[in-house]
Each structure stands twice: as structure tokens, then as C-alpha cells.
């Protein structure tokens, strides 16, 4: 596997990616990008110039993974979106890989911390279906993966929750934040 760049002005390469999204978000818990033409939009966007765009690509050419990276804050926080892996080559440590690039590429453009947000909109968490208010850093610190939520991958990474927004994706359906500092304070 190698872990590269993503090519830009590639209409294959961009059509290649786009289908990656909705294939492994089809047979996950969300469907953010249901058709070809979200995630070719999705990928567009990803290739703008201030943003980071690696991807990682198998011994035969193919995509197996790709991640992305948007410049928050003056540059001293990048949102981690997406990160994407090949349905069938998942558990293979293609998303281990690429979190820790981006985190370098992060480190390397002067940024200090990386962020991201994960959905539960299927219950998979003990944060969703429930009333979060008032007391939503009990639910946090009590937080259970019922059923594969992608926030544990994250903590082996390093990542910590630093938060939650209640009902973002309607009433019992939070979104988790969590966070890691990739460079040590200047």
C-alpha cells in the first residue's frame, strides 16, 4: 500500500474515491453520501487548495482508503473529514495508517490539534436515544459502544472526546467530538 497525495484534475482517480464513499457508507451506520453524485461533490470539495488530501492506494492501482483535512481556526485546528476505507479491506490497518498521515501532514502546516465528529444516528452508543441535558458530560463519561461505533477506533488513535452536541442530527442522535493534539505547543 502506499499513502500519497490524491492525484488532482483525475476524473478516474475522483470517480474512483466518490465510489468508495458510497459503497463503505451504504453498508455502514450512516449514509452521508447516497449517491454518486453527493460523493463526486464530496471529493470536489475535498481537492480545494487549502485543504489536505491523501489517499492510499494498493499494489494494483486501486484506492483502498482515502482521508481529508479542512484548515479550522487560523490553521492551529484541522477537521479530520472524511476518512473513508474500502468496505472489504477494513480491520487491515488502512485506517491506522491513514489517520497518522494526516496527522503528520497536519503537524508538518503548523497545526496543533485534529478534530473530528462521529455521528450516532443508529443507536450505536449508549449517547444516542437518550435525553443528554442537563447532565451531558455523565452520558460522555459513561459512554458504551453497543454496536461497533467508530469512536473507539479513534481513542486507540490517540483521540479523546471532548464533547457532544445533543440531538445535532434530531432528537436522540448526537454528534461526538473528539480531538487530539498532533504537535506540541511552540
Known amino acids: 500500500m502506499n499513502l500519497s497525495d490524491f492525484p488532482k484534475d483525475d476524473a478516474s482517480t475522483i470517480n474512483q474515491a466518490a465510489r468508495l464513499l458510497v459503497d463503505a457508507f451504504r453498508e455502514n451506520w450512516l449514509r452521508a453520501w447516497p449517491t454518486m453524485e453527493d460523493a ?4 470536489i470539495d475535498a481537492l480545494a487548495p487549502e485543504r489536505i488530501l491523501r489517499v492510499a492506494v494498493d499494489d494494483d492501482g486501486r484506492i483502498v482508503g482515502w482521508v481529508g483535512a479542512i484548515p479550522e481556526y487560523d490553521g492551529h485546528a484541522w477537521e479530520l473529514h472524511p476518512l473513508v476505507v474500502a ?3 477494513q480491520r487491515q490497518g488502512i485506517g491506522r495508517a ?5 496527522e503528520a501532514q497536519v503537524a508538518a502546516r503548523g497545526g496543533t490539534t485534529i ?5 450516532d444516528e443508529s443507536g450505536m452508543t449508549t449517547l444516542a436515544n437518550v435525553e ?3 447532565d451531558v458530560w455523565q452520558h460522555i463519561a459513561s459512554i458504551r ?8 477506533f479513534y481513542q486507540k488513535m490517540g ?6 452536541i445533543p440531538d445535532a442530527n434530531g432528537w436522540g442522535k448526537p454528534d461526538i467530538w473528539m480531538a487530539k493534539r498532533v504537535r506540541p505547543p511552540a
Do not use: K, W
Open 87 to 89: 468496505p472489504g479491506r
Open 40 to 43: 463526486r461533490q464530496e471529493v
Open 145 to 152: 459502544n453497543l454496536r461497533g461505533h467508530p469512536y473507539e
Open 132 to 134: 443528554l441535558y442537563p
Open 159 to 164: 483521540f479523546v472526546i471532548v464533547g457532544v
Open 115 to 119: 478534530y473530528l465528529g462521529s455521528d
Open 98 to 102: 491513514l489517520v497518522a498521515d494526516i
